[in-house]
């Protein structure tokens, strides 16, 4: 029994390390697709799909296309589609399991009491995906912010030259990389399967969630529906999210201190009981196998997460 016992257990922790090698791979992967195709949209291309099915592939990857799945609340699903996780839902729940799995089994070994395990693993199975989720949208929010104000000037001077701007925002998705190649990709191709420009442009909205979004959408509208020099518009648009970017990274820059503080008096405690565990093992030995010892753990990691939070908090600052 206690064999058996102890292959369950490597299993367990197997099948843990997979999942969290699939997790950085998720995470980090998709860095290495812009090398082969400028973005997801034009890699689909050349696979022989028509422009239809890659709309269609685009918007099943992203959960906006067949069945809702019984995983997805509309909170979560909205953010794993601004996130652009391409993965399938239940597969990327299934791989945050066994990464909470990993962790608790780690805990476990390290002499954490099964009545603190068992709550915990379906607590890290809800926070891991929503904490995954959103490092990729911020991620991908900060990249979104980025291109935004070139691809307004390359819609600016596609305009110059006459062309409409379905057009234009056509040569967008041709021309610049992921995210904001494929999005602008999935705008001009509803346009060509029926839509109307406002309404594909809300969409993008919805998919992306970026806040410069609005003012896009709002120009494109307002010029849809009453006329006026969108070439204009678009120019004095482009230099405003310019400036806009500008002004958040001073402000980024002049609260580092706060969110250093926050790092540091995170790290100190951290980094010190690591030292002592390495260079006296003896000196926890005694009182891992205390409940006492998990629920002082447990009291202190809960007050300094709070800490934590009220320092970012107080560092960080949203227009």
Same mark, same amino acid.
């Given at each position: 029994?206690?064999?058996?016992?102890?292959?369950?257990?490597?299993?367990?922790?197997?099948?843990?390390?997979?999942?969290?090698?699939?997790?950085?791979?998720?995470?980090?992967?998709?860095?290495?697709?812009?090398?082969?195709?400028?973005?997801?949209?034009?890699?689909?291309?050349?696979?022989?799909?028509?422009?239809?099915?890659?709309?269609?592939?685009?918007?099943?990857?992203?959960?906006?296309?067949?069945?809702?799945?019984?995983? #997805?609340?509309?909170?979560?699903?909205?953010?794993?589609?601004?996130?652009?996780?391409?993965?399938?839902?239940?597969?990327?729940?299934?791989? #945050?399991?066994?990464?909470?799995?990993?962790?608790?089994?780690?805990?476990?070994?390290?002499?954490?009491?099964?009545?603190?395990?068992?709550?915990?693993?379906?607590?890290?199975?809800?926070?891991?995906?929503?904490?995954?989720?959103?490092?990729?949208?911020?991620?991908?929010?900060?990249?979104?912010?980025?291109?935004?104000?070139?691809?307004?000037?390359?819609?600016?001077?596609?305009?110059?030259?006459?062309?409409?701007?379905?057009?234009?925002?056509?040569?967008?998705?041709?021309?610049?990389?992921?995210?904001?190649?494929?999005?602008?990709?999935?705008?001009?191709?509803?346009?060509?399967?029926?839509?109307?420009?406002?309404?594909?442009?809300?969409?993008?909205?919805?998919?992306?969630?970026?806040?410069?979004?609005?003012?896009?959408?709002?120009?494109?509208?307002?010029?849809?529906?009453?006329?006026?020099?969108?070439?204009?518009?678009?120019?004095?648009? #482009?230099?405003?999210?310019?400036?806009?970017?500008?002004?958040?990274?001073?402000?980024?820059?002049?609260?580092?201190?706060?969110?250093?503080?926050?790092?540091?008096?995170?790290?100190?405690?951290?980094?010190?009981?690591?030292?002592?565990?390495?260079?006296?093992?003896?000196?926890?030995?005694?009182?891992?196998?205390?409940?006492?010892?998990?629920?002082?753990?447990?009291?202190?990691?809960?007050?300094?997460?709070?800490?934590?939070?009220?320092?970012?908090?107080?560092?960080?600052?949203?227009?």
């Amino acid at each position: 029994m206690l064999g058996n016992g102890l292959y369950l257990i490597y299993a367990a922790v197997a099948l843990s390390g997979v999942m969290v090698a699939e997790a950085f791979y998720l995470l980090y992967a998709g860095r290495n697709d812009r090398r082969a195709a400028i973005n997801r949209r034009m890699k689909l291309q050349e696979n022989k799909l028509s422009q239809e099915q890659v709309l269609i592939q685009l918007r099943k990857e992203r959960g906006l296309e067949g069945r809702a799945s019984w995983f #997805s609340l509309d909170g979560f699903r909205k953010l794993r589609t601004q996130s652009g996780l391409v993965m399938p839902l239940a597969r990327f729940l299934l791989t #945050s399991s066994g990464v909470a799995l990993a962790v608790t089994l780690a805990g476990v070994w390290k002499g954490l009491p099964f009545s603190f395990a068992i709550p915990l693993l379906p607590l890290l199975c809800v926070v891991f995906p929503v904490v995954a989720l959103k490092h990729l949208k911020k991620r991908r929010h900060k990249l979104f912010g980025i291109q935004l104000p070139e691809a307004l000037e390359l819609i600016t001077r596609s305009l110059k030259a006459g062309h409409p701007v379905p057009v234009a925002i056509a040569m967008v998705a041709r021309e610049m990389p992921d995210p904001i190649g494929t999005e602008f990709g999935v705008v001009a191709d509803e346009v060509t399967y029926g839509s109307d420009l406002v309404s594909a442009l809300h969409n993008l909205f919805e998919r992306v969630g970026h806040e410069d979004l609005p003012l896009f959408v709002t120009a494109v509208s307002i010029q849809h529906s009453s006329g006026g020099n969108l070439r204009e518009i678009l120019d004095g648009l #482009s230099m405003v999210i310019r400036e806009r970017g500008k002004l958040k990274r001073k402000v980024r820059a002049i609260s580092t201190e706060g969110r250093m503080s926050a790092y540091i008096l995170t790290a100190v405690p951290v980094l010190l009981m690591t030292a002592i565990m390495v260079l006296m093992p003896q000196f926890y030995g005694e009182v891992w196998g205390e409940p006492m010892t998990w629920y002082l753990l447990g009291g202190s990691l809960s007050w300094l997460m709070l800490g934590n939070f009220m320092l970012f908090k107080m560092s960080t600052f949203k227009f």
